[in-house]
């Protein structure tokens, strides 16, 4: 390892050999209370004879129930259920132009994160697969302190000052008479509150599209939303809105799949973040920067200081400067997810905030609310909040303070110690903020330039592909459909007619209400091919195929495509009847590691069918076989199948079968993302052409009838 690697990996560690030291593995140890006495019976309480009531002094049976008693803590308000991991931060280049922010200087530097991925509305223990946005909260352990970018999946927010967080948050929540629904935005109190606020609009438009019901936190982008500010070490400023895009590009799951998944696997995100990291499957995203000069602030047609609006890419451009990875799972959740504190008011010096009203208040909420969440002032201390940078300052005491401060003097300025700790200048690193010119009246009002609600709605419509604004419809009408009160679906009507008079049009077709009687729409005419998943990266690596098995399968062809999909980095499960050796038809055995009783369809990316005979004349008596095959089509998800295997996308009725003859050059694609062979030697083209359908994630084309997308 030369010099720089050495700096690289030392740099990288920085945080786990911190959280080290608080590790503790109970392998090979005695059973002891908290006091460090050993127990010698666990499983009985101390009675006063055998049939006899327990007694005052079993006070290993008093600690360990009282300790049970008190082991939840409050759930986070909003953004309750999430799952973290740890990784490291690299950037490209050095960016001293732009700001002094130390991790952001030196590409041999690897900065330790701890990543937090969640949903907003459910509590802990709900469905991973809900549409909601996600949070994405990133905490870099820096030389100079903690960094926390505290993003979400979706660039904007549904309001535009934060005094009316409580409001929306209280509306999205479930209905507090009767706590329902469960971690759904489908009610009548939030889409009240959405028609009472037109500034939703905008938010409103990408929580119903595909955005909000991710595939994999590992394809999902994160925003920063409010606009921050770099500032460099001449102390010039510029506005900055950070980005986070994953390499393996945005997707999403469809709505049904979503659903069924939130039943039959709650855990489906956090499994599959848990196993990538464990298979070596380590997720990247890169962070892009758009940066504003501070005399271009009134250049836009929007103001760039509203969250209810995105920085549009092809107006300003996104610069990628760095990467992070994810590549090391938690220890333990409680330790390190749930007990995590971010803070979007946890800057470090080259960073600075602006006046966007949301930010603003976003900086009083996050340290107030883990105040409670953490029982007192003291929760930078908890192992997986310490910064690495030292900690020095006079506060002390508070509940759970565990640093023993030495000395009498916890004061400033002082003479006793010298004046220590003190203040440090900007060349040492001290955190001054931007000297930004303010004036103006005390005054309760929001800007005019926030009063457009509509036009970056018409913008994200526009720009989204026609499956993409069928699926945004179909949310409409689950969504509003699910309303009880006629007139608020009417004025859902009315108020999305603003964005565009045909997709109102359409939402009414759905929900039992009047289309809108007045033309519709902003004029916007203008999209940004950004927004569109259609134009994200598309790759097959780390996609999960299930493969369909029963005893006589033809061994040579399944084996051959199971290992080709393997070496290029798929996962595959073989399914069965039931779990445990299939023998083939030649009589070798494989194992069905999944069975229709632990999985189904809506657990992969795509499904492949061998043949086989005797396999495919099993798998066509049960009912699951086909629910297998219907769902996987229905889901838009690749399918593929050779030989007999065939005959079973038949049974099951799938549509664009295209038959190929025994010449091995007769493979056939089309673009349902159905592919079939008959041959008995070559699978080679078969693989390389499944895996390139996978790599497209879906096949909307399967959504259209006669050419147009079905309702
Ligand atoms: Fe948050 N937000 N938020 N938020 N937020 C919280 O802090 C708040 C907003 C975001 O994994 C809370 O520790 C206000 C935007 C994430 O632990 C709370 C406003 C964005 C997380 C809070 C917003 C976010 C939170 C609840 C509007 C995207 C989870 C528990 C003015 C940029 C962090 C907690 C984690 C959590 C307040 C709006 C992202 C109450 C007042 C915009 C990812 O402090």
């Known amino acids: 390892m030369d010099k720089d690697q050495q700096g690289t990996e030392s740099s990288e560690n920085k945080k786990n050999e911190q959280l080290e030291p608080f590790k503790v593995d109970h392998k090979n140890t005695k059973l002891t209370t908290n006091q460090g006495v050993r127990v010698s019976d666990t499983d009985d309480s101390l009675k006063a ?48 132009e732009y700001t002094k922010a130390s991790f952001l200087q030196d590409p041999n530097v690897k900065t330790p994160v701890f990543v937090r991925f969640s949903t907003v509305v459910g509590s802990r223990g709900s469905a991973d697969t809900v549409r909601d946005v996600r949070g994405f909260a990133t905490k870099f352990y820096t030389e100079d302190g903690n960094y926390d970018l505290v993003a979400n999946n979706i660039p904007i927010f549904f309001i535009q000052d934060a005094i009316k967080f409580p409001d929306v ?301 069928q699926h945004l419809i ?32 359409e939402i009414a077709k759905g929900i039992g209400v009047n289309p809108p009687t007045t033309p519709g729409g902003t004029g916007v005419t203008a999209s940004s091919p950004a927004v569109s998943q259609e134009n994200t990266i598309k790759l097959a690596r780390t996609r999960k195929v299930a493969v369909l098995i029963d005893h006589g399968f033809a061994f040579d062809e399944v084996s051959q495509v199971v290992t080709a999909l393997q070496s290029a980095g798929l996962g595959v499960d073989l399914v069965s009847k039931q779990l445990g050796m299939i023998s083939s038809a030649e009589g070798e055995q494989l194992e069905a590691n999944k069975s229709f009783a632990t999985t189904g369809a809506i657990m992969y990316d795509a499904l492949y069918i061998g043949g086989g005979a005797q396999s495919i004349s099993s798998l066509n008596l049960y009912s699951e076989s086909k629910t297998f095959v219907d769902e996987a089509f229905k889901h838009a998800k690749t399918i593929g199948a050779t030989n007999e295997g065939i005959e079973l996308l038949i049974a099951a009725q799938v549509q664009g079968i295209t038959f190929a003859g025994p010449d091995s050059n007769d493979h056939v694609v089309n673009d349902l993302g159905i592919i079939t062979i008959q041959t008995d030697k070559d699978f080679k083209a078969f693989t390389d052409e499944m895996i390139h359908a996978i790599a497209q994630h879906r096949h909307w084309m399967r959504e259209f009838k006669d050419g147009k997308l079905s309702g």
Not at 50 to 70: A, Q, S, V
Not at 287 to 299: A, K, P, T, Y
């Open 169 to 469: 948050v209280h509306a999205l929540k479930p209905e507090p008479h009767n706590e329902i629904p469960q971690a759904s935005a489908a009610h009548d109190t939030f889409w009240d509150f959405v028609v009472s606020n037109t500034e939703t609009a905008h938010m409103i438009m990408w929580l119903l599209s595909d955005r909000a019901i991710p595939r994999s936190f590992r394809m999902m982008e994160g925003f920063g939303v409010n606009t921050f500010r770099f500032v460099n070490e001449q102390g010039k400023a510029r506005f900055v809105k950070f980005h986070w895009k994953p390499k393996l590009g945005v997707h999403s799951l469809v709505w049904d799949e979503a659903q069924k998944l939130a039943g039959k696997d709650p855990d489906f995100h956090r499994r599959d973040l848990w196993e990538a990291i464990n298979m070596g499957e380590y997720p990247e995203y890169e962070l892009g920067v758009q940066m504003i000069e501070e005399e271009d602030e009134f250049s836009f047609d929007f103001d760039i200081l509203d969250p209810t609006k995105f920085w549009p890419e092809e107006m300003v451009p996104v610069k990628l400067i760095g990467k992070m990875t994810l590549n090391r799972n938690q220890d333990n959740f409680f330790a390190e997810t749930e007990q995590v504190a971010f803070h979007a008011g946890n800057v470090v010096p080259g960073i600075d905030f602006s006046n966007d009203p949301l930010l603003q208040g976003r900086l009083f909420s996050y340290l107030d609310t883990q105040l409670l969440r953490l029982s007192g002032p003291n929760f930078h201390e908890i192992p997986i909040n310490r910064p690495i940078a030292p900690v020095n300052n006079n506060q002390r005491d508070g509940f759970h303070r565990m640093t023993i401060d030495k000395g009498a003097v916890s004061y400033s300025p002082n003479t006793l110690r010298n004046n220590s700790p003190e203040p440090a200048s900007d060349q040492e690193h001290g955190y001054v903020h931007y000297m930004e010119k303010v004036e103006g009246q005390k005054i309760r009002r929001r800007s005019e330039s926030f009063n457009d609600h509509f036009s970056q709605a018409t913008l994200f419509w526009n720009s989204l592909s026609t499956a993409e604004k």
């Open 49 to 96: 004879g055998d049939r006899g009531p327990t007694l005052m002094e079993d006070f290993h049976f008093r600690e360990k129930m009282t300790h049970f008693d008190h082991e939840r803590i409050p759930e986070r308000v909003v953004h309750a259920r999430g799952f973290g991991a740890h990784g490291y931060f690299q950037v490209y280049e050095p960016m001293t």
């Open 474 to 505: 179909k949310a409409f009408h689950f969504e509003v459909g699910s309303v009880k009160d006629k007139n608020l679906k009417q004025r859902v009507v009315e108020m999305f007619n603003q964005v565009d008079g045909k997709l109102a049009a």
